[in-house]
């Protein structure tokens, strides 16, 4: 999969087969699109294109101040897209001057005279240029003028991938992980550098790798204690690159916390991960963690020997839900 991220630097298309969205979690819903997108460009001989935005759209059409929380940062997304046998992604910086585009500005001035789109696959519902004017109908006004094809995703289709997104944030953040994970069509995952923390955890002969998330955006399951596995990224390497096997590469068996801890009088919310059988020094490298199941809620304990108990018991129901 080819990426770009300046749309005056984009290669002539073969007769470019396009759909377009965010594709937040590139989910069971989002596959079946892409399915009807490859076959699509099969059938002409044709190469598959996805144009996304970034930032998100509601982050500057909002004056900045939105909150959002995504299922996938954009290096995840470009990971989970690159699996898909996508032929090219194009990443368009979403500015201020791009969302004053109006409805018919952005067909022509941008899709038509950037991509040269043979087909445009798109919701009903899609919404776009300034005020999101533009809809299905006027794409299907412009598209006969300017002699491209058009093709609607069917309306069962785009509920599921709406709901199952909607459904999908909410199971996260519950925590329901197994739901959430049914959804995906793979384990939910995220990102961190290991920092030092108050090594509390190897004095109760559980060593802990402490993270720290640098997305602001990335949505992270609720507090709780959870049966995870976790890949060690390589050294220099970004936390979502690319080049890493998403899903093949070697994973540890461990167990994550997250919450205040509040049996040491913990005010701060912390991610540790206690990776089973290995003991190296990994400060400074980028974790990958894949949540398979939530375990219970974070408890204050009446002091470090009950906790050391309750941590011997939730390693047993670890290695019995990854079993």
Known sequence: ??????????????????????????????????????????????????????????????????????INTLEEKIQLLSWQRIDHLVIVPFTEAFSQLTAEEYITDFLVARFH???????????FGKGRLGDYHLLEEYSSRLGFGLQEIPVHLLNEVLVSSTRIREAIQQPDIVTANQLLGYPFFFSGTVVKGDQLGRKLGYPTANLRVTSPEKLIPADGIY???????PAGNDSGGQNNDLFNSPRLKGMMSIGIRPTVGGKIRT?????????????????????????????????????????????????????
């Open 1 to 70: 999969m080819r990426i770009y991220h300046n749309t005056d630097q984009l290669p002539d298309f073969r007769r470019a087969v396009i759909t377009i969205g965010t594709f937040d979690g590139v989910h069971s819903g989002h596959t079946r699109i892409l399915e009807q997108l490859r076959q699509e460009a099969t059938r002409i001989d044709g190469e598959t294109v996805i144009i996304t935005f970034y930032p998100h759209p509601r982050k500057v059409v909002k004056g900045g101040t939105e909150e959002i929380r995504l």
């Open 117 to 127: 789109p043979h087909t445009v696959i798109i919701g009903y519902d899609h919404r």
């Open 227 to 233: 049966a995870v596995e976790a890949t060690l990224l």
């Open 271 to 323: 991610i540790e991960v206690n990776l089973f059988d290995f003991d190296d020094d990994i400060y400074g490298r980028d974790l990958r963690v894949f949540v398979r199941k939530w375990l219970r809620e974070e408890v204050k304990f009446d002091g470090l020997e009950a906790l050391k108990v309750q941590l011997g018991k939730d390693r047993e129901d670890t290695l019995l839900a990854l079993a």
